[in-house]
């Protein structure tokens, strides 16, 4: 079987990686009517700036068709991988590239997935596609063993800002400038259809960290892979990284820096935690 190309939107916070036949395409954020395009080049800093200074709804661009199909070029056999369609226009996008691309190549074979999710959770399911691929899973089978993997993945998340979420009308402002008053974290999950919940208010770094891993426990963790994304927050992401470790030894646990669209949604200090049941 030819080489898999494994195509991934910027949701993801990964790189590109040539070796691993990885591409990333772009999404981009538009504040204060300033365009990021959310690749290599962002600047997060200057990105968090402008939030910070954003009086205005922000909003965000998925990857156009074209985009899709320049990442495709070339590929026999291809998986795209996006952030959940319940938040961005990403999948339906990739969709329309997959169906054009087949017809123009009508030997190749590509599959878009859903992640219903955003962040480190597409990572663990880039994770297993590349273990399927080693395991030499025939490519017609890729999209039912995936689906079945997804039913074991999960993403939390700890916002210590809602200022987007309030600009975009998800909260009000009023509840948005109590919680930075009062210090208080807000702890959401993404469900299994794609939306990202608050499931917990809590007051304090130290108890939130805490409440996540009982949250882990609940939804089945019981020692796995975990990867924590965090936004200018390495300090409490090592934390929670101890913590688990501590309890859970055999825990493989990565810490990477998201990129700017989870920025975006997540803000300063905000941790995004994905993890295997």
């Not at 994770?127 to 999960?154: G, P, Y």
């Not at 979420?165 to 702890?187: E, F, Q, T, Y």
């Not at 770094?205 to 019981?222: N, P, Q």
């Not at 803000?267 to 993890?275: A, D, H, K, R, T």
Request: glycine share 6%; net charge positive.
């Amino acid at each position: 079987m030819n080489k898999i190309k494994l195509i991934l939107d910027s949701s993801s916070n990964e790189l590109p990686d040539k070796a691993k036949n990885i591409e990333i395409v772009p999404l981009t954020i538009t504040i204060n009517q300033k365009n990021f395009v959310d690749d290599e080049t962002l600047d997060l800093n200057e990105l968090s700036k402008n939030m910070a200074a954003n009086t205005e709804t922000g909003k965000t661009a998925c990857p156009s068709i074209d985009a899709w199909l320049n990442a495709l070029a070339g590929s026999e056999r291809a998986i795209l991988l996006t952030v959940t369609s319940r938040l961005s226009g990403s999948f339906s996008s990739a969709y329309q590239a997959k169906k054009i691309y087949e017809e123009r190549h009508p030997t190749s074979r590509v599959i878009v997935i859903d992640s219903k999710s955003a962040g480190p959770e597409l990572a663990l399911i880039l994770h297993e596609i590349e273990r399927l691929t080693k395991q030499h899973v025939r490519f017609v089978d890729f999209e039912q063993k995936i689906a079945h993997f997804q039913t074991q993945t999960h993403l939390l998340a700890i916002l210590q800002s809602l200022h987007n979420l309030s600009l975009n009308g998800r909260i009000s402002p009023a509840i948005a400038k109590v919680a930075k008053m009062l210090k208080i974290n807000v702890v959401a999950k993404a469900s299994n259809e794609g939306k990202l919940e608050p499931i917990d208010k809590i007051r304090g770094m130290k108890r939130a960290l805490k409440d996540t891993i009982k949250r882990m426990e609940e939804a089945g963790f019981h020692g796995g892979e975990v990867i924590i994304d965090h936004f200018n927050n390495l300090k409490d992401a090592a934390t929670l990284k101890q913590n688990i470790l501590a309890k859970y030894p055999n825990s493989k646990i990565n810490i990477r820096s998201v990129k700017g669209l989870c920025a975006f949604y997540v803000e300063v200090g905000g941790l995004m935690i994905g993890f295997t049941s």
